[in-house]
């Protein structure tokens, strides 16, 4: 059974940029989350999607913005890059969401971002 | 916030049990207390949950105090590949709006040593 998969793994871009990073959660699973990952701040969650509606959404300014679509893959994108964004950024998707009870997330490898 | 309390670093000699305590003194009746590991550059990895009674499979043993404001994970022979920062989450799975979200704190590295 395959994993959940993020891609690009690695990335670069340049202040004031824009990036769109990937997910595709594992066959059969419906809710997709992502999360921030830097030494400073730790993990943070920054949105769970759930049959393509935005469900639940962490403390992050607009730039960072996602969509999940009707296969149940999602994107993530963020709007002009600021250095602070350098971060490992993580996608975890599960079988259901509020209400039903599940076996923890899967969590993905992650995209790590460098912005310069 | 994070809702739990670890301590930051614990070492532990490999084959022998890690202990891995957390505090969750403000836990409310319908929060499940959910533990997960990341190993350097991988993603987190889901380990155990429970509610009230204790929980064993095969990574680990999951005890969870009487009123439920502490509990240990406990990894009955810890191994090199067990290294790695251990968090201890509480996470509301029935009804309510932050049911998505997990709330990581700083965790417990966790080093075992040959």
């Known amino acids: 059974k395959a994993g959940v998969t993020q891609t690009p793994r690695y990335l670069i871009k340049t202040r004031g940029q824009q990036v769109t990073l990937s997910c595709s959660p594992i066959?059969?699973?419906?809710?997709v989350s992502w999360y921030q990952q830097t030494p400073g701040q730790g993990l943070q969650f920054l949105f769970e999607?759930?049959?393509?509606?935005?469900?639940n959404k962490g403390n992050f300014p607009g730039r960072f913005s996602g969509r999940q679509f009707s296969n149940s893959r999602s994107e993530m994108n963020v709007s002009t890059l600021e250095l602070g964004d350098s971060a490992l950024y993580l996608c975890?998707?599960?079988?259901?969401?509020?209400?039903?009870?599940?076996?923890?997330?899967?969590f993905g490898s992650g995209t790590r971002l460098t912005v310069v | 916030d994070a809702k739990t309390t670890q301590p930051p670093s614990m070492d532990c000699a490999e084959g022998r049990a890690a202990n891995l305590p957390c505090n969750h003194s403000?836990?409310?009746?319908?929060?499940?207390v959910y533990w997960y590991r990341q190993i350097h550059s991988q993603g987190p990895q889901y380990i155990i949950h429970?509610?009230?009674n204790n929980e064993t499979n095969e990574m680990a043993s999951l005890i969870i105090t009487e009123d439920r404001k502490s509990s240990t994970l406990i990894l009955p022979h810890a191994t090199l590949r067990d290294t790695a920062v251990y968090y201890c989450?509480?996470?509301?799975?029935?009804?309510?709006?932050?049911?998505?979200?997990?709330?990581f704190g700083q965790g417990t590295t966790l080093q075992v040593k040959p």
């Open positions: 975890a998707s599960s079988t259901g969401w509020a209400g039903v009870m599940d076996y923890g997330y899967t």
């Open positions: 066959s059969g699973h419906r809710s």
């Open positions: 999607y759930f049959s393509e509606t935005q469900r």
């Open positions: 403000t836990i409310s009746g319908n929060e499940y």
């Open positions: 429970g509610l009230k």
């Open positions: 989450i509480v996470r509301d799975s029935h009804g309510s709006s932050n049911t998505g979200k997990l709330i």
